[in-house]
């Protein structure tokens, strides 16, 4: 209290702080108690008592004046009215006078063990919860796909690049799988990975693995050989399911069953599962340098489905686009729900998903009325010029939705719906219906789902404040493969209900007033790049596998991973050599687009690295070539398109697109450029592999460039 008689308007004056109009300077909310007589006096014959004042404005972002008397008083909280609710302001004030209430109640107590939620907000959350009880049925995704391939045989359940099954011949093909995998000795308990190209047959194939009461374990053509070899080692899997010539990806003693020209030597009913029973096992990117294989059971897929199948609901006559890799969960919805409705799903080639014309082609070739897709995925669609359909409902998951990428969808579908989930829990956790002019929110759980936001010492947050997301109920999963001290970290039992496990998601949410939850960030280095959960650490790991570096760390800029390395002092080593290393070991979407050098990485004054402070990518183009000028026009052209859309000052014949910081994103664009100006439309997937003199010859250089 030593300046405590300063007026504030001298500090003002004399310290000059930066104005801003939008808050008064040096703080913007006041505490203030006035312990001084505010009842009736009277004086000289005179009396007069205190008159209560409405007040139209504040001074401050908030302000609370305590009015201190003896026996009674008064607590007056002012707001602003663009930051705060009403409601928001009720809610302070009765969280301060129940926490008045228990101090002086138990003056004995820490302060870190008062109930900050107050009791209307913990009746408040207990609602919200509760509100997403339903009762399902016990049947396995087989039995309900099963059923419905007994009420309509002869209808098409999916279309793909390799042709078309009926309910009934999609049936057929799983029980032969089912068939098989039992005379081969698998059943509960074994887990069986599948590397297949997407085809119906890939789809029989998952439905055949669930049906012999193993679990499947998807693995990406893409990978390369080394995560192959190490999803097959540490899970375990006794089979791996493959066709067209993948078979050679096997590097290990796994028994390995080729579907080229199969033909089943019988067909079995699919087993009946438990609740608890591991349905899938996908790994998951992992902060310790090595993915993590997160197993997740049959009552959660259940639960997961039918809450889907009620909203945002399907129906049997819709057709579903499924764009998404198996080693996706999101690709659990894409599969599955239609099957166990009746309805149609349209399995896209690998090289369609990436074309965004070509998308646009299927969804009117097959009278596509649902589709899933991250906002990456959205954004490359709608660079491929696709302006719309009327009757498509959308579902967009996987990464934070951006307002503009809404408002742009929003004049192109007829619903959007907002999706949120990590893997650990089932796919899809929580959804929301996106409205025009609407915030958007990550919204409510799904059925038998249970939200709860806490802070470190695991109380809940009140409403409006900031904490850690923990997910219970039916979606929760098993674990992580052979990883009991990450499990035992990550899923605890709860603290709120007896009977539930919880799981920690590292997301930071907090409850709106309407019980809608909204997405605040992550608490970790975890990122998600085009819908690929990332945790920086395994990239991180990987470059500093190398021998001549030092040190490094990962960033996500402008929706890439940029790497910084420190090399080993004497040595250089070449971005180009970088991304081939890692891309030894890590899938496509984990290979930084940009690696950067630095003679040191900057940090903070206790030591971190300061991720704030690492400067923004350069792409060195050529290090491990001389620079070849492109002459004839059409090279002339695309080394253009390139310098212009990944800013940079020079293109080699030599270079790659991907190589110099290009992602699939830019990709679908570079396209559209070049057929602009060649009025050849090159393969997207072209650009994965082909230099730009080898595009350039792929195209022809007779071409009528336009410049």
């Not at 990590?422 to 915030?439: A, H, Q, Y």
Request: aromatic share 6%; with cysteine; glycine share 8%.
């Amino acid at each position: 209290y030593a300046n405590q008689d300063a007026p504030f308007e001298v500090l003002v004056k004399e310290l000059e702080p930066e104005r801003d109009t939008s808050r008064a300077p040096f703080f913007q909310v006041l505490f203030n108690v006035a312990n001084i007589r505010t009842g009736a006096v009277e004086l000289d014959g005179l009396s007069y008592e205190p008159l209560s004042l409405k007040r139209d404005a504040s001074q401050f972002d908030m302000s609370i004046n305590v009015g201190w008397e003896e026996i009674d008083s008064t607590l007056r909280l002012t707001y602003n009215t663009s930051l705060f609710r009403h409601e928001t302001a009720e809610r302070m004030l009765a969280h301060y006078l129940e926490i008045l209430e228990a101090v002086t109640a138990e003056p004995e107590r820490r302060l870190s063990e008062l109930k900050l939620p107050s009791r209307r907000d913990r009746a408040l959350f207990t609602g919200w919860n509760d509100a997403t009880a339903k009762e399902f049925g016990a049947s396995g995704v087989m039995q309900m796909f099963a059923q419905r391939a007994t009420q309509h045989p002869d209808r098409i359940a999916v279309r793909s690049p390799t042709g078309s099954f009926t309910y009934a011949e999609l049936l057929r093909y799983a029980q032969g799988i089912t068939a098989e995998l039992q005379h081969a000795g698998i059943g509960k308990g074994d887990r069986v990975a599948i590397l297949m190209e997407r085809s119906r047959e890939m789809l029989g194939a998952l439905l055949g693995i669930l049906g012999s009461g193993a679990a499947y374990i998807p693995v990406d053509p893409a990978y390369p050989e080394a995560r192959v070899r190490y999803v097959l080692e540490d899970s375990g899997a006794r089979v791996v399911l493959t066709h067209r010539g993948l078979q050679n990806r096997v590097e290990t003693d796994t028994r390995v069953i080729d579907l080229d020209g199969w033909t089943p030597r019988a067909h079995a009913p699919f087993a009946e599962v438990e609740p608890a029973q591991p349905a899938y096992v996908i790994y998951t990117s992992g902060s310790t340098g090595k993915p993590k294989g997160v197993e997740v059971t049959h009552g959660g897929v259940r639960n997961f489905l039918l809450s889907m199948q009620e909203r945002p609901g399907i129906t049997p006559d819709d057709v579903i686009l499924a764009v998404t890799t198996i080693s996706f969960d999101i690709a659990v919805l894409e599969l599955y729900l239609p099957l166990i409705t009746g309805a149609r799903v349209v399995i896209t080639s690998e090289d369609d998903a990436l074309d965004g014309r070509r998308l646009v082609q299927l969804m009117e070739q097959e009278g596509v009325t649902l589709m899933q897709a991250t906002p990456a995925t959205w954004k490359l669609l709608i660079a491929g010029g696709w302006q719309g359909k009327p009757d498509l409902r959308v579902l967009c998951g996987g990464e934070p939705l951006p307002r503009p990428l809404a408002d742009e969808l929003l004049d192109r579908v007829a619903e959007l719906w907002n999706m949120y989930g990590p893997t650990e829990t089932t796919v899809w956790s929580t959804l929301d219906r996106v409205e025009r002019g609407g915030d958007i929110t990550v919204g409510r759980p799904i059925a038998n789902t249970t939200c709860y936001v806490l802070g470190d010492d695991m109380q809940m947050k009140p409403v409006g404040v900031p904490g850690e997301l923990w997910i219970g109920g039916a979606g929760v999963a098993n674990g992580y493969v052979n990883r009991p001290d990450l499990t035992e970290k990550a899923f605890i039992d709860s603290p709120f209900r007896e009977g539930e496990r919880i799981y920690r998601t590292g997301d930071l949410v907090r409850w709106r007033h309407d019980g809608r939850l909204e997405h605040l960030g992550r608490l970790d280095n975890q990122v998600k790049v085009r819908g690929f959960r990332v945790e920086l650490g395994e990239v991180e790991a990987a470059l500093v596998a190398h021998p001549y570096v030092k040190d490094a760390v990962v960033a996500v800029r402008d929706d890439r991973l940029i790497g910084y390395i420190v090399p080993e002092p004497g040595t250089t080593v070449s971005p180009a050599e970088l991304r081939r290393v890692v891309g030894d070991v890590l899938p496509p979407y984990m290979v930084p687009s940009v690696i950067m050098s630095l003679q040191a990485l900057p940090l903070t004054p206790n030591g971190k690295v300061d991720r704030k402070a690492l400067p923004e990518p350069v792409v060195a183009v050529a290090e491990t070539h001389d620079v070849r000028t492109p002459q004839d026009p059409t090279a002339q052209a695309i080394a253009r398109i390139w310098e212009e859309l990944l800013e940079i000052d020079q293109v080699s014949l030599d270079d790659r697109f991907f190589e110099i910081g290009g992602h699939s994103l830019l990709a679908m664009e570079v396209v559209a450029r070049i057929e602009e100006v060649t009025g050849v439309r090159p393969e997207p997937r072209s650009l994965f592999f082909m230099t730009l003199e080898e595009l350039a010859a792929t195209i022809g250089s007779n071409q009528e460039v336009v410049t």
